[in-house]
T-cell receptor
Framework: AQSVTQPDIHITVSEGASLELRCNYS??????LFWYVQSPGQGLQLLLK??????LVQGIKGFEAEFKRSQSSFNLRKPSVHWSDAAEYFC???????????FGTGTRLLVSP | DGGITQSPKYLFRKEGQNVTLSCEQN?????MYWYRQDPGQGLRLIYY???????QKGDIAEGYSVSREKKESFPLTVTSAQKNPTAFYLC????????????FGQGTRLTVV
């Protein structure tokens, strides 16, 4: 069965500092991987996705993520965080056919001045 | 513009009452999903539907029911059997045949009063 682990519930980063949010997945076949962002009381917006090919994927708002099959990880990174990046971030794993898209429990990012 | 519309944005339910949450999409997606979101628990799958007139239970289907009479619509009914319905509910749709991501509505916040 698919599963996703986001080990950090909260992370606080200073504005302008770099960011890395961790995501580990469990899936028997080649996964489809996603990072979504959610502002309070809103739906989820896609930041980036990985289906195949280059393991370093670029997304919106300056985010990137790297797929590491050997570590079953898909960590999200940003070189310089802005105050507007404060939100909750979700990692998700799926497969072709999308019978189930499984989400992690989320990481809440706080940005300090 | 294509997208997913959830209504209402806020909903209040009295004890013992059934309520129905609406989800409509004009993306021509075959698959639709209902997720429940609680603080610290991420998104948990309630029901999903791959095609019209067919749907499957997700991980937390007890106390919920759905229908899929039209491709565009996937309403969720929260029945009186759901003992703790207060939560944020998110509807999503996917084109399972293509390499794409899940699109989300803006959510409905249900509160029991």
């Amino acid at each position: 069965a698919q599963s996703v682990t986001q080990p950090d519930i909260h992370i606080t980063v200073s504005e302008g500092a770099s960011l890395e949010l961790r995501c580990n997945y469990s899936y028997g076949a080649t996964p489809y991987l996603f990072w979504y962002v959610q502002s309070p009381g809103q739906g989820l917006q896609l930041l980036l996705k990985y289906f195949s090919g280059d393991t370093l994927v670029q997304g919106i708002k300056g985010f990137e993520a790297e797929f590491k099959r050997s570590q079953s990880s898909f960590n999200l990174r940003k070189p310089s965080v802005h105050w507007s990046d404060a939100a909750e971030y979700f990692c998700a794993v799926g497969a072709r056919g999308f019978q189930k898209l499984v989400f992690g429990t989320g990481t809440r990012l706080l940005v300090s001045p | 513009d294509g997208g997913i519309t959830q209504s209402p944005k806020y909903l209040f339910r009295k004890e013992g009452q059934n309520v129905t949450l609406s989800c409509e999409q004009n993306l021509n997606h075959d698959a639709m999903y209902w997720y429940r979101q609680d603080p610290g628990q991420g998104l948990r799958l309630i029901y999903y539907s791959q095609i019209v007139n067919d749907f499957q239970k997700g991980d937390i289907a007890e106390g919920y029911s759905v229908s899929r009479e039209k491709k565009e619509s996937f309403p969720l009914t929260v029945t009186s059997a759901q003992k703790n319905p207060t939560a944020f509910y998110l509807c999503a749709s996917i084109n399972p045949g293509g390499l794409t991501e899940a699109f989300f509505g803006q959510g409905t916040r249900l509160t029991v009063v």
